[in-house]
């Protein structure tokens, strides 16, 4: 088990098509877990590979409420096989866009296909916080950051906003 380092925009990586898996085999398992003890060190609700730096589309997810048990899901090559009509916004963040937030509006519900820790293709469906979080990490592996969703307006007052922390945290 490892804790990663985060990658934070505007790196270059976080821009990438992440590769499908070919096969959810002993090393692909490892980064599962390695990637749900940095999510979990991070306090975050999930975590995309390419935010570690890893271009391959494998995503670690847990929205269990506070004081609940942990739920960890760890999906290879997921895909939305349906997503539904009604829309709705929900207020965003991302480890790698660090104390930014913004209203992204996605669909409410999705159906899930992918490849679980056993190599087993399997499908889910979701709504709420985890269908919130399963189509933000899947954003991720498309290079695709939740500012991109906003205004450029919005995403360019945000992003600047991120520069301005980073550099008074360089120098701090
Ligand atoms: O920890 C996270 N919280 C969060 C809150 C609202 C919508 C999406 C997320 S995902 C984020 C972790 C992260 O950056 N995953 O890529
Ligand atoms: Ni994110």
Redesign the pocket.
Known sequence: MAILPILVAPHPVLKQKAKPVEKVDARVAQLMDDMLETMYDAQ?????AP?IGVLERVIVVDVHEKGEERRPMKLANPEIVWASDELVP???????VPDQYADVTRPKAVRVRYIDQQNEIRELEADGMLA??IQ??ID?LNGVLFVDHLSMLKRNMLLRKLQKQQRSKASA
């Open positions: 975050g609700i999930g975590l995309a935010q929900c207020e965003e963040g991302c480890l790698s919130v979080c933000h990490e991720h």
